[in-house]
């Protein structure tokens, strides 16, 4: 079976400290890989998604950053912190192809104070 | 600019049937999703279309019109346990979801 792996599963942050969010995924190989945050009461927003090893397309500018340095391994991180960046963090995964179906890990709820 | 409507939230009693609404309007169409997403969980996927028409699933059904931009998901036998938020989205022309803020559902004795 194909699983998602995401920790921490919650994290408390300073303002300013950095950070580093894993996602690994097993059963599948090459996936597409996805960074979505999701703020209470909004829509999933993507940030980074992945086609392969070190092929990383950014769709929102921030201070948030990704890298994809395995196939089945998918990082989020940040030199700085700012308070915007609480949320709930998503990684999914999806197999490609016209008919995509996304699935998602368990998720890291970041705080930052 | 892409926009995806659902209503904030909706109750309804157990056993009964409920239908969550989603409109559209997006940059191209390339099919349309649901997910059910329990409070403090990840989403998970429900069903998904491409083309007009309804599909079923069990308890669940969804249907699409492309036309109108409108799709809806059925709940049918409505349980407890189907309380929840309820995400549509739809993957645009570039192939990237657009996501609504979901539905909460909230069923009642």
């Known amino acids: 079976s194909q699983t998602i792996h995401q920790w921490p599963a919650t994290l408390v942050q300073p303002v300013g400290s950095p950070l580093s969010l894993e996602c690994t995924v097993e059963g599948t190989s090459n996936p597409n890989l996805y960074w979505y945050r999701q703020a209470a009461g909004r829509g999933l927003q993507l940030l980074f998604y992945s086609v392969g090893i070190g092929q990383i397309s950014s769709e929102v500018p921030q201070n948030l950053s990704a890298s994809r340095p395995q196939d089945r391994q998918f990082i989020l991180s940040s030199k700085k912190l700012l308070l915007s960046d609480s949320g709930f963090y998503l990684c999914?995964?999806?197999?490609?192809?016209?008919?995509?179906?996304?699935?998602f890990g368990p998720g890291t709820r970041l705080l930052v104070l | 600019g892409q926009n995806i409507d659902q209503p904030t939230e909706m109750t309804a009693t157990e056993g009964a049937i409920v239908q969550i609404n989603c409109t559209y309007q997006t940059s191209g169409f390339n099919g349309l999703f649901w997910y059910q997403q329990h409070a403090g969980e990840a989403p998970t996927f429900l069903s998904y279309?491409?083309l007009d028409g309804l599909e079923e699933k069990g308890r669940f059904s969804s249907f699409l019109s492309r036309s109108k931009g409108y799709s809806y998901l059925l709940l049918k036998e409505l349980q407890m346990k189907d309380s929840a938020s309820y995400l549509c989205?739809?993957?645009?022309?570039?192939?990237?979801?657009?996501w609504g803020a979901g539905t909460k559902l909230i069923i009642k004795p």
């Open positions: 999914a995964r999806g197999a490609g192809g016209d008919q995509e179906t996304q699935y």
């Open positions: 989205a739809v993957r645009d022309s570039n192939y990237q979801l657009i």
């Open positions: 279309n491409v």
